[in-house]
Each structure stands twice: as structure tokens, then as C-alpha cells.
């Protein structure tokens, strides 16, 4: 019940990638942490797309919430897992490409 939007199949085809500390996730990841949000959080419908590599967030849309993003902390208590949503897929992304930026700051500060 639930496509990808089209900004993201576009940038996904276009071959653009994301930006760490964030990937995409693809596979056996992406069908394994579809599965486990499932079960941690049963009354919601998740289908996540990308995690952080240094933390256990994960964006998602959520079945029946049109285009929003939602940001999870993923192995959180029932009910406290959300942490922030975005009105699109591109709101997420902007702030993706922040977090980039100061990432890569403290990875090298001659930057």
C-alpha cells in the first residue's frame, strides 16, 4: 500500500547516494530492519529507507501518512520512539546534508 516517492526513486536511479553518516538501506539490511521495526513497534506500519551508521536512527515513511518522513531512534520503548518528522522527502534530505557537513567537521577540522 505504500511507493516510494518520486524524489526519491530520482535520486536513488540518478545514482546520488546519501551522505554519511547516513546510508541507504538496500536488501537483506532494509528487509531486516523493516522486520525488526515491525515487531519492536506493532501499531505502526514502517518502511524504512536510511540509518545512521553512528547511532540506531532510522527515516521511514509510515503507511497512511502520505509523503512525511519520520525520524525513529530504533530500539527505543514503545512510544518514545519518534523523534522528529519531516513534511517531505527532501525536508529529510536538507537536513541529511547538514548533518554531512558537521560529520565531516569533526572527522577532519581542517575543513
Same mark, same amino acid.
Not at 526519491?8 to 554519511?20: E, I, K
Not at 551508521?53 to 512525511?68: A, L, N, T
Not at 520512539?81 to 525536508?91: G, M, T
Given at each position: 500500500?505504500?511507493?516510494? /516517492? ?14 554519511? /553518516? ?25 518502511? /524504512? ?63
Amino acid at each position: 500500500g505504500l511507493g516510494y /516517492p518520486r524524489s526519491f526513486t530520482r535520486m536513488v536511479r540518478a545514482g546520488l547516494g546519501f551522505a554519511s /553518516p547516513w546510508f541507504l538501506l538496500e536488501g537483506k539490511a532494509l528487509r531486516d530492519r523493516a522486520t525488526g521495526l515491525s515487531n519492536r513497534y506493532p501499531g505502526r506500519r514502517l518502511l /524504512p529507507f536510511a540509518m545512521r551508521s553512528d547511532c540506531d536512527d532510522v527515516v521511514c515513511w509510515e503507511v497512511g501518512r502520505g509523503r512525511v518522513v519520520v525520524l525513529i531512534r530504533d530500539f527505543a520503548s514503545a512510544g518514545s520512539e519518534s523523534r522528529h518528522e519531516f513534511n517531505d522527502f527532501y525536508a529529510w534530505l536538507r537536513r541529511a546534508l547538514e548533518e554531512m557537513i558537521e560529520f565531516d567537521s569533526l572527522e577532519d577540522p581542517q575543513q
